[in-house]
Structure formats: structure tokens, C-alpha cells
């Protein structure tokens, strides 16, 4: 019976690092790049990364890393969508409403789920390149929204 439990430890502990190892991959290869909006069609959006969708079908064990990838200013408004996906089931995704941010117009996006959870994602366009980002303040407050909303489950 022992050596059972013993076995049983051991594959658990196995199956928790590669998954752990999986997720790793996953997040190495996301990219807010990945986050596409199309600007034809108002409040459109689509994901074009694999490593994205396999975040998604391991679900909540991938919760404590994509947080820690809010972080990261190149995969921020992935890890918020991720997250969404996950935890929400359905995202709403609004705008763009156009202002001046900083001097700078941006373009405005409402990002989470349709009872008004969620967060702006902003856009500017320079060269020709869209590049979509969270401010300080905004990115702070999506850590600890994610932290409180992920603990109890």
C-alpha cells in the first residue's frame, strides 16, 4: 500500500512540473501581437497563437502565471484576454472610442466580461504599427483585480 501512495506521489509530482513546464512555453510564446484588432469592423477582435489556445484548454492552473505576465508590457492585454477567456467564459470585447491621452490620441477598447468587469486597453498607431498597452495605474489595478479574483478558486 505504500509503495502505491509512493508511486502515486511521484506521477503527481510529475504531471504538476510538466504542466507547470508547459505553461512556461506557452506564455514564452504569446505576445501582444497576438492580440489582433480588426479596424474595419467595429469591436472586433481575433487571437491567432497557438500557445495562446493551449493556455486556455489547461484552464485555471494557468491563472498564477499569466498574472505574473500582466507584467510584462508585451504580453499584458494577451494575459488579460487569457484570463478573461478563462474565468469568464465570454469576453466582451467594445469600441474604439476615440481621445487624447498624454497629448497622444488613442484609440480606447473595453476588454473583460459584459457585467462590466474589465479593463481599457489602449492603442496607438506610430509608423504604421498599431501597439496596444495598459497605463501604470490601470495595469497595477488589473494585477490585483486578477490576484483577488483567482485566490477562491
Known sequence: MKK??????????????AQ??????????????DFIIDH??????KV???????LL?????ANSKLIEALNDPDKSVIAHWALCQINFHVVTFAGPKTMLKDGEEVNVYFL???KGEGFVIYEN??????????????????????QKKTSGK
Open 57 to 61: 484548454r489547461i484552464r485555471r492552473s
Open 112 to 114: 473583460g466580461e459584459e
Open 20 to 33: 507547470s513546464k508547459k505553461i512556461d512555453q506557452c506564455i514564452k510564446a504569446i505576445s501582444n501581437k
Open 40 to 45: 474595419e469592423k467595429k469591436a472586433a477582435f
Open 4 to 17: 502505491i501512495i509512493t508511486i502515486l506521489l511521484l506521477i503527481s509530482t510529475y504531471v504538476v512540473q
Open 125 to 146: 498607431k506610430k509608423n504604421g504599427d498599431h501597439k496596444f498597452y495598459f497605463d501604470k495605474p490601470q495595469l497595477e489595478k488589473i494585477t490585483a483585480y486578477w
Open 48 to 54: 491567432e497563437n497557438k500557445s495562446a489556445k493551449k
